[in-house]
């Protein structure tokens, strides 16, 4: 079965594109810096590509519509019931919920914005976890591009795992956070996966990035990138 998980494009760009996204429930705006010199686009523009764009797009806004509609739900059903107690562990939830999204828009890099939301949206074999621990800009970096394919495909490869092991939920947390010149990213798959595969699709992601390091035991892999910022 071939391997090509690996896919790179749109080498060579350079710039940035200010645009504004609504984050937050008064409606008001942050401008959000997106890197991409050949023309002026949004997150959600990105999604208007290929003739399925539409559906994808209705796909994903349906999934957010369900997802808060469900919190609404529950956070009426505490009222009604008077289970007051309950209120304030929902309301952190829905709010660490809020800032997460938030951190995902303000990555800056629109391909990797829309494919982090669509993941969530429409992969039902493995559940993604997104842990920023601040606002994480990836277009300060040596290489934005670069590391925005790198986390896609770090993506692929343990989402083609999971799709073997549907018998069992299968978990991917990808925490960013940065330590002082450098950005680091730890994929931390908690599942079932054959080891020797997952290990040659690690080969091949070496063979672009040098410095992915990677732990395994019997239910957990670990990979961990490093992307320098520009001084």
């Given amino acids: 079965m071939p391997y090509s998980v690996l896919y790179w494009e749109g080498k060579g ?6 645009v504004s996204v609504t984050s937050n429930a008064q409606g008001r705006t942050n401008d959000v810096q997106f890197y991409d010199a050949a023309k002026p686009v949004t997150a959600l523009g990105a999604l208007f590509d290929g003739p399925d764009s539409d559906v994808r797009l209705l796909r994903l806004f349906n999934h957010y519509r369900h997802d808060w509609m469900n919190d609404i739900q529950i956070l009426m059903g505490y ?12 309301m952190e939830k829905i709010k660490e919920k809020v800032r997460q999204e938030s951190y995902v828009f303000k990555l800056g890099i629109p391909s990797l914005v829309v ?10 074999e493995l559940r993604l976890e997104l842990a920023l621990e601040e606002e994480i ?6 290489q934005p591009l670069e590391a925005a394919d790198a986390v896609m495909a770090m993506l692929a490869c343990f989402r083609e795992e ?23 990213l730890t ?7 054959a ?13 672009i990035h040098e410095n992915l390091e ?18």
């Fill in 13 to 18: 760009r350079t710039g940035t594109e200010r």
């Fill in 79 to 90: 009222v009604q019931l008077k289970k007051y107690d309950n209120l304030l562990p929902l």
């Fill in 115 to 124: 494919h982090l939301l669509a993941f969530q949206a429409e992969v039902k």
């Fill in 137 to 142: 800009h990836m277009q300060e970096l040596v």
């Fill in 162 to 184: 999971a799709g073997d092991s549907k018998d069992e939920e299968n978990v991917l947390e990808l925490r960013l956070a940065r330590t002082k010149d450098r950005l680091k």
């Fill in 187 to 193: 994929a931390r798959y908690e599942g079932k996966y």
């Fill in 195 to 207: 080891a020797q595969r997952l290990q040659r699709k690690e080969r091949l992601l070496n063979e």
């Fill in 214 to 231: 990677t732990y395994y035991s019997e239910h957990t892999a670990v990979w961990t990138l490093w992307w320098s910022y520009r001084h």
